[in-house]
């Protein structure tokens, strides 16, 4: 491999670090095979041999076979991490939808219960909706005048009694003056026959 395959591979190595950087921890046993993908690039960084070009730069010596092993690893992972995205994804547009229906179920409810209570909090009289309040404002207005009405009847009637009773009075005094005037009447009537009886009976001696 030349060694602007072995920069650009370092370059690719390098930048897969930053993207899946995870510490290691000290006692971790390195290997390609297993572990992080930051161990598996710390065993490559650890395992390949450094040399000097002709123009003294600093170069780094990787297998081929090392390359495509990590690069398979590389893969997996991204693979993985794609179809745990996938399935995050689509676990959250369930979740989406679950809520956007929660949301119209709660939006239904809250509409059924703002009915519920305009429906609690009204009465329908003749047919004419009214809240429950002016119902039982014109309730008591309706109480109120027929309770006026029988105090004003009860009065009426006493006041009726009253005046029934000092009429029938005034009735009973009259029919005792007139039975009286007829018992005085009828003894003057009386009392003229008798003399006129008398005075016939001296005309005929």
Known sequence: MNPSNYRIALVFALFINLCF????????????????IDSQFEYLIRKSGNFK????????????????TL??????SLIKIRKDLHKTQTVV?????????????????QSDL?????????????????????????????IGGLLVFLLFFIYKFKNSNTITKRAKQN???????????R???????????????????????
């Open 21 to 36: 950087s995870q510490a290691t921890p000290a006692q971790e046993t390195l290997s390609l095979n297993s572990g992080t």
């Open 53 to 68: 070009g002709t123009n003294g730069a600093p170069y780094e010596a990787v297998k081929t076979g090392w390359l495509f």
């Open 71 to 76: 690069r398979k690893h590389v893969n997996d």
């Open 93 to 109: 547009k369930t979740q989406a939808d679950e809520i956007s229906q929660l949301k119209a179920s709660l939006s239904t409810t």
């Open 114 to 142: 703002d009915s519920t209570n305009l429906e609690k909090d009204s009465m329908s009289l003749f047919g004419i909706p009214m809240s429950k309040g002016g119902y039982n404002t014109l309730m008591w207005s309706i």
């Open 171 to 181: 009735l009973s005094e009259i029919e005792e003056e007139f039975e009286e005037h």
């Open 183 to 205: 018992k005085t009447a009828l003894e003057r009537e009386q009392k003229v026959r008798r003399q006129l009886q008398d005075e016939i009976n001296k005309q005929k001696k």
